[in-house]
């Protein structure tokens, strides 16, 4: 698959290399929720863009909406529990994230599901990962982006201001507490020019 991504002027390493997590900075949120952000977390983000854009093997899906079916807007690739992750940084990364989050969450991350990002025009709707303990159960899910910046947002499900947050190029974000039930995120479509954009999502068993 051909890409082209519009390097980082500030992450230049040849390989991909992560960071402490002693940087993360915890932002609270209504109801219970929270998110932890890491700008640059992932040294040589665009060469594991270029590497995971070559070689995870992506799906295009089509989903049921209402009375037709319809292309899912960007691309998917999920990893289990007992799958080997598609390249040994992201297996570091999900064990750093499991051992710096312990005390709180109580269990490891297990699954990875990646979403491939091909220009402004794929994007991903107002959720929460309510699926299995997500939906009543206080957990986390953990994104690491890499590619070109795009807008996280988030909005309370009862109502309220909304936050955004551009991620990428190494960016790491962590929404904890009751953010998957009480709150919604999205990746909306831009009209601006944009280049590719990988997330990487790493969950607790059960959670989806």
Excluded: N
Excluded at 24 to 46: E, F, H, K, Y
Excluded at 94 to 107: C, I, K, Q, T
Excluded at 121 to 128: C, K, L, P
Excluded at 158 to 174: K, Q, W
Aim: hydrophobic share 35%; with cysteine.
């Amino acid at each position: 698959m051909g890409v082209y991504l519009q390097g980082s002027l500030f992450d230049q390493a040849d390989t991909a290399v992560l960071g402490p997590l002693r940087g993360v900075r915890r932002t609270g949120l209504r109801d219970g929720a929270w998110i932890d952000q890491l700008t640059g977390w992932l040294r040589g983000a665009d060469d594991l863009f270029v590497r995971l854009a070559a070689d995870v093997p992506w799906k295009a899906e089509r989903r049921r909406m209402y009375d037709r079916t319809v292309d899912v807007p960007r691309l998917l690739a999920f990893y289990g529990a007992d799958d080997t992750l598609p390249h040994p940084v992201l297996t570091e990364a999900r064990d750093a994230l499991s051992a710096y989050y312990a005390a709180e969450l109580g269990e490891p991350f297990t699954t990875a599901g990646l979403c491939y990002y091909r220009d402004g025009r794929d994007s991903v709707a107002w959720h929460g990962d309510r699926t299995g303990r997500g939906s009543t159960e206080d957990t986390m899910v953990a994104i690491l982006s890499v590619g070109a910046p795009r807008d996280l947002l988030l909005r309370p499900r009862s109502g309220g201001e909304t936050v955004r947050r551009p991620l990428g190029h190494g960016d790491l974000i962590v929404m904890g507490g009751s953010c998957q039930r009480t709150w919604e995120h999205a990746i909306p479509k831009t009209s601006r020019t944009t280049g590719p954009r990988i997330s990487i999502q790493f969950r607790p068993t059960g959670v989806g």
